[in-house]
């Protein structure tokens, strides 16, 4: 007789999160010592029945650090698994796709994104300064609202030398518009070979941003984050006294024997009467709110969020103020299809002042004005400075405290995309973006009766632009490994178009100077009006092949060809390849035997890119009806006075693109179990048929200079 027997069993039930409380479905759950094992669901909950000779579970999921527990006299065993960052393979997005880092054959960089997060600074621009090898950035101004140059491996152009900016595949996107606590990914694409997928645009460089989305089967996390600051001037110009100046000024009369001013007679007794560095700049206030929701269902995920940030400027009465919302999400309906948007709105409201005019700018004025002379009369109105005296000068406090300028942006950055796999590997997207801005501008001019530079006729300017850009792209993805080989292709098209359409209108002769009248219907004198409109589109088709040999040998090859509408017929097409290969010496068996040497690649790379960053229709010729010389008079007499057109700029139908080529050379190496990483680059950089305004002969008569392709640029660096 045969008797059944058995095993006791053990019944061990709970959860798996991350360190910051998500759960996470498909961690693995093995009983050791036994064949019995399952995984998370979606809820990242599990059960198991041990075995009796089962002791311990362990826990394990790619990228994170595996877990064995004991499970002697236990139930319920909840476990949170940290990412292990030594074994992460790091993903990089690149141009239209993502690679893995060890297969990148260019020079491109991934930007430290959760380093930005802890920097207080108004924009990302300025978080960025300092922070990436071969990137500069600088800001151009003062205020609160500078604008900001960016530029990679140099200036290599005498028109834009700003990089495209890529920011969830939303081409020529707005870095001001992101909050850096919302960006997941920064890479930024040096050379030409990782660039050139772009083609006209790239020329100067890519930066490429995903900001956070949500992930699948994520509970909903509401995350904030805030921060209230000042800033203040660096530093204060040291300027000379009013009895030094008044020396300097007697010193250069009698070099010059001219007569000594009546007001500098007696050095000595002059006094200074207002520091006016003091009284422009102040201790300005810096506050960023930031709230987010972030979660994902089985089938779904979603990121939102909202930023309201409020800058004062470090010079009286300017300010920045910003609120931005962001809506990332993405949906599977079944296997195969997948699809997604991402939209971001903005609105910014700005005062500024001019601080870099050469003669009328606010620093200029405030550095030459005088010391010995108050702000303010004794009846309260400005003070002014003779010119005969001073020079031709504005009181600086006076141009501060009149500032009445407004400028409003608005902001919609978009783009949705559906994706379907065909095959496991071949899989086909198409995408859609558009961007939106407009933006309206309000200046009024009070009268400035005071001496120095008085103005006693004020005025209004009304300016609105809009601006609409569209992109439709389509693309096909084939992605696929067998023994040692990896292959990744891509090929894709591309149509854009852009419209812009501006109007402006003055007054002056305003009777009230209140808020309430600052409007151009109170104004009396010189009603203006003008306006424009332009557009432009671009089509492109483009390939691109990663090839991968047993993670040793690396070649990459791309091609984008771009047909622009700024261009005559016979020059509008561009065609922009590039090569690059790398090889993994640590991946060769020769080489397995040092062991504090965790990665080692050798880079080659050469492309071709291309810049169109020109006015529409500069390669035509234009007439203008500008006055006087768009007037001629006709018939006897007393001849009537009409108004006609003028040539405004002279025909180059030869108009074409500028090409920049560039050769790079670089080492990528990682030491001490990754501790410390090494990135090399020498590249050589030359941009031919560069665009350029040659003065025009005066035989022309009154016309504005023609657009022809004639500098070049040499850049290289190690």
Request: aromatic content about 10%; hydrophobic content about 35%.
């Amino acid at each position: 007789m045969e008797i059944p027997l058995w095993a006791q069993q053990k019944a061990i039930q709970g959860s798996v999160k991350d360190m910051e409380g998500n759960p996470m479905p498909g961690v693995t759950i093995m009983a050791d010592g036994t064949n019995a094992g399952t995984i998370t669901n979606t809820d990242g909950k599990y059960s198991i029945n041990v075995p009796e000779k089962g002791k311990s579970l362990t826990f394990s999921f790619l990228g994170y650090i595996s877990q064995t527990l004991d499970i002697t006299g236990k139930q319920t065993i909840n476990v949170f698994l940290k990412e292990d960052l030594m074994k992460i393979e790091e993903v990089v997005v690149i141009g239209y796709g993502q690679q893995k880092k060890s297969d990148l054959s260019g020079a491109i960089v991934n930007v430290g994104v959760d380093k930005l997060e802890d920097v207080a600074s108004p924009n990302l621009v300025s978080a960025l300064g300092g922070r990436l090898a071969g990137v500069y950035v600088q800001q151009n101004g003062g205020g609160p609202n500078p604008t900001t140059s960016i530029r990679i491996r140099g200036t290599g152009t005498l028109n834009d030398n700003n990089p495209l900016i890529v920011i969830d595949d939303i081409i020529g996107a707005d870095l001001e518009s992101v909050n850096p606590s919302d960006i997941e990914t920064m890479t930024v694409l040096k050379d030409a070979s990782a660039a050139a997928i772009y083609g006209s645009r790239a020329a100067s460089g890519v930066v490429l941003i995903k900001t956070k989305r949500g992930r699948s089967g994520m509970r909903p996390t509401v995350k904030f984050d805030a921060y209230y600051g000042f800033s203040t001037r660096s530093k204060k110009l040291d300027m000379l006294s009013a009895s030094q100046l008044a020396t300097i000024y007697n010193e250069a009369s009698d070099n010059d024997n001219t007569p000594k001013l009546e007001e500098f007679a007696n050095p000595s007794a002059m006094k200074d009467v207002t520091d006016w560095q003091d009284e422009v700049f102040r201790t300005a206030s810096m506050q960023s709110y930031n709230v987010s929701l972030t979660g994902g269902g089985e089938n779904n995920n979603y990121n939102l969020g909202f930023t309201a940030q409020d800058n004062d400027g470090i010079l009286r009465n300017t300010y920045n103020k910003r609120y931005t919302l962001r809506i990332n999400s993405d949906y599977k309906l079944g296997k195969k299809f997948k699809f997604g948007e991402s939209i971001n709105l903005s609105f910014k409201q700005r005062r500024g002042v001019d601080t870099r005019g050469d003669n009328v700018g606010a620093m200029i004025q405030t550095l030459a004005y005088h010391p010995d002379v108050p702000i303010y009369n004794e009846d309260g109105t400005y003070h002014g400075v003779f010119s005969s005296n001073y020079g031709d000068l504005r009181n600086p406090v006076g141009i501060f405290e009149r500032n009445t300028q407004r400028n409003r942006f608005f902001q919609l950055e978009g783009n949705a995309y559906l994706q379907y796999e065909i095959l496991p590997g071949f899989s086909a997207k198409i995408s859609g973006s558009l961007k939106v801005i407009d933006n309206d501008t309000k200046t009024f001019s009070v009268k400035e009766p005071e001496p120095g530079k008085p103005n006693l006729v004020n005025g209004l300017t009304m300016f609105r632009a809009m601006n609409i850009g569209w992109i439709g792209e389509g693309f096909l993805y084939y992605d696929k490994s067998f023994q040692q080989h990896k292959i990744n292709a891509m090929m894709g098209f591309s149509a854009m178009k852009n419209t812009g359409e501006d109007l402006s209108a003055s007054k002056s002769g305003f009777d009230f100077e209140y808020p309430t009248f600052q409007y151009l219907n109170a104004g009396t004198l010189n009603p203006v009006c003008y306006g424009g409109y332009g557009e432009d589109g671009l089509v492109s088709g483009l390939l691109r092949l990663n090839y991968s040999y047993a993670d040793k040998y690396i070649v990459s090859l791309n091609m984008r060809a771009d047909g622009s509408s700024k261009f005559a017929k016979g020059n509008r097409w561009g065609y922009f390849p590039s090569f690059s290969a790398a090889w993994r010496m640590t991946q060769e068996k020769f080489m397995n035997h040092i062991s504090w040497l965790d990665d080692l690649k050798l880079r080659v790379s050469y492309g071709s890119l291309g810049n169109q960053s020109v006015a529409s229709y500069a390669y035509m010729a234009t007439y203008t009806t500008s006055l006087p010389d768009g007037r001629y008079t006709f018939g006897p007499g007393t001849q009537t006075l009409y108004q006609g057109y003028y040539a405004g700029v002279m025909a180059n139908p030869d108009l074409k693109w500028e090409t920049t080529t560039q050769a790079n050379v670089g080492i990528d190496a990682a030491l001490f179990k990754n501790k410390l990483l090494l990135t090399l680059d020498y590249y050589d950089k030359r941009t031919k048929d560069i665009l350029i305004n040659p003065p025009a002969l005066g035989a022309y008569g009154s016309i504005g200079n023609q657009l022809i392709n004639r500098a070049t640029v040499h850049n290289k660096a190690f």
